[in-house]
């Protein structure tokens, strides 16, 4: 939870000695298994001592402070966490956000500003929203009633024109001084505040409070996405997230007064918040009068996404677009396809505000009709720049490494080609934060490096007994053991869902319509399951298989086992994989299997390029192995697959390789 923690008299005595960054140099490398960067090591250094100059007075020596406090729900730490009581005796915190700035040049916006040429985080609103998370999140505030505030502390700042941009109320409202900005210089000033808000007598009780407290659990995308797009309820958007949600608004803002478009590509990994910004987005985009639509490329998404607003999205939308006829809107539904947008992307130009796109990835090259008409293009404008001609602003949210079919082409890279050819200089944010999995980065980087793509990877995140592991990965011998350990976790209150490599045909129900157990395997001990139920694709949002197993909490919803295509988007307590003989490891690489894939659309998809195959298994896997908030449990069919996972969960396992770009494009065809 934290790399420090003493008293404050203590903190000062240790940062007098230089004890300071090495101990955290120290957390840290434990924490990580690895070192912090220069830089890291360095802000340590200069802002831990600055910070316990500010706090040598008596009257905060009996407080406690905590360095590096890991805010909840993910896997940012704040600076510092100071904790005592009030003169009142009110127990209290206060997260400071420690700088080492010398200078910014100008507001970027209603949360940011301009440092060194590119735009950054004002560090008030960083440390509020760090404060956010505790307040609502940690059990010290949610149970006990402790009040926690937020500052910033410039230590090197002197300048005063920067003083000036971060203090600037037209810019940034109320913002330092609900959060107050201390700079060089105003040390008595930071002492007094601190004082008044945690100045009182010691309390040893209350860094127990921090260190023994719990974390509560966080909402699940599904669960407020009404709320949120009507305006009720929102998200805590920190760093990255804040940055990109305020360059899109602003780009809106610009984009409505002069009619220059405007293209922005956020990047993230699996559980890097994409989606919940998204939605953030549309909500306070229409809570400003314009007209914005989101698109996604997941149908199971997008369908649950319309199921969750089905009482109101149609008028909202109707309101939003100042229009009283349904056929009077650019695009049919608030929640809509990207084949939608870009068909209205050929009868108007610039019509919609603001396109919010999730899943980006999963753009196709050309609008194109359907199965029965043989997916003809339907169009020779690319479905990218037929978008943007609907859009004033473009907001695309990907991940380089999510495509799962070979018609998927929505890279970063294809983006920023289209959106240059179209003489728009596109606007790219990376976000790195890590959400879900229980705010693991580590889990997260761990799978991506047994399957190839990454060469870093870490096991601090893993303990084997369970008990300090910061992740749960477990594997079973069986999907019935999975199965049952999913039911355990289900009757203590998580969600649980089993999910698994498109291995088996999906019938459709018998004719007396029960679900048939397809996915069934001599193997598996006698263990049977059904897919998903198909309801067909005629059927109401509420009615479709898609929200009825991503929400119906009954034992035929949890009995029955999600693919790729169901679970792209969501997120769940506790996820069980089933990992096919699609994918294997042969060795020396992963290998993909055409002839065990029963999954027509990516096998019609590859008979022109079955090279492909590996990459697109590989990106099923990632996806199906990232769904869970707090855990993972596995079965693997074949033997080498579970025990190349099994050596990288033992310390000195295989060396941090890459498979080579020859080998990966190996494949056994059908």
Known sequence: MHFYFASVARFIQDASAGHIAPALIQAYQHSEEREPSPEQQTAWKNSCAALA??????????????????????????????VGRSPSGTPCALVIELKQWGQVSRPAGENQVVRNQAVDLHPCAQAREYAALLRYFHSAFTQKQMRIQACAYLHNLTHGPSIDVLRDKAAFGYLPTEVPLFTAGEEERLRAFLAESIGGEADLALPAWITEGTVEPSPKLLERVASVIQGIDEWTL???????????????????????????????????????????????????????????????????????????????????????????????????????????????????????????????????????????????????????????????????????????????????????????????????????????????????????????????????????????????????????????RRSQGYKSRMVAGFCWKWSPPSPTGQVVHDIKDARFGGWSAPWIEKTGIDVRPLDNQYYKWANETSDAYFAQVGSIYSVQGFEFDYVGVIFGEDLVWTGEDWVGNLAKSKDKALTDSLRKTPHEATEKLRAVYRVLLTRGMRGTYVHFMDKASRERFESFLRKGGPSPSLPSPERRTHVQGP
């Open 53 to 82: 100059k500010a706090l040598d007075t008596a009257e905060l020596h009996a407080a406690t402070i905590f360095l590096e406090l890991r805010v909840p729900l993910c896997n940012r730490r704040c600076d510092a966490l100071l």
């Open 238 to 488: 920190i760093d990255e997230q804040l940055i990109a949600h305020d360059t899109i608004l602003r780009a809106v803002d610009q984009a409505r007064s002069t009619g220059k478009k405007a293209i922005i590509l956020v990047r993230g990994g699996p559980g890097t918040g994409k989606s919940v910004l998204a939605i953030q987005l549309v909500g306070h985009a229409a809570q400003k009068g314009w007209s914005v639509i989101h698109a996604s490329g997941s149908k199971a998404f997008q369908t649950v996404l319309k199921a969750k607003t089905e009482a109101f999205s149609l008028e909202w939308v109707k309101k939003n677009f100042n229009v009283k006829a349904r056929n009077k809107l650019p695009v049919g539904h608030l929640f809509s396809t990207f084949a939608d947008v870009a068909t209205a992307g050929t009868k108007i130009s610039g019509g919609i505000d603001l396109v919010v796109g999730d899943e980006a990835h999963r753009l196709w090259d050309f609008r194109r009709g359907t199965r029965f008409q043989k997916f003809r293009a339907l169009s020779t404008t690319p479905m990218l720049e037929e978008i943007v001609s609907a859009a004033k602003v473009t907001a695309l949210f990907l991940d380089d490494n999510q495509a799962v079919r070979a018609s998927e082409i929505g890279h970063s890279s294809y983006i920023l080609e289209h959106a240059r050819r179209l003489g728009i200089e596109p606007v790219i944010i990376d976000l790195n934060a890590q959400f879900r999995c229980n705010g693991s980065a580590g889990y997260v980087e761990w799978v991506d490096h047994v399957l190839g793509y990454s060469a870093r990877s870490t096991l601090a995140w893993y303990d084997p007994s369970e008990d300090e592991a910061e992740y749960e990965f477990r594997i079973f011998d069986s999907p019935g053991d999975v199965q049952a350990a999913l039911q355990r």
